[in-house]
């Protein structure tokens, strides 16, 4: 007979510091790509004049923004997947006999 009181895990869930590195330090090194990639083709004062031409937006701040908001997307990205990948054994657990 189960004994419905105690969950079963497949193995213990990890520290929170692992799991936000996790989804942090992949999403760096994208973001970093993809931000070299990006600014290779594009000045970040051009498209300052195109979006925003009235903020004193200069070429380092355009690039750290620039990089911050691959990073966001990325982190996004990488903690959609984490979400994804959880065992499903912590959430789906069987009913009580009646």
Do not use: C, K
Not at 5 to 10: E, G, K, L, S, T
Request: hydrophobic share 50%.
């Amino acid at each position: 007979m189960s004994d419905f009181r105690q969950p079963v895990f497949d193995h213990p869930p990890r520290p929170l510091a692992q799991r936000v590195g996790a989804v942090l330090w992949p999403s760096f090194f994208a973001a970093g790509v993809a931000t070299m990639v990006f600014f290779a083709f594009v000045d970040p004062l051009t498209l300052r004049d195109m979006t925003f031409p009235e903020l004193p937006v200069g070429r380092e701040l355009g690039y750290t923004l620039g990089f911050f908001m691959f990073w966001l997307a990325t982190a996004g990205s990488s903690l959609f997947t984490w979400i994804l990948l959880r065992p499903s054994s912590r959430f789906n657990r069987a009913l009580p006999p009646d």
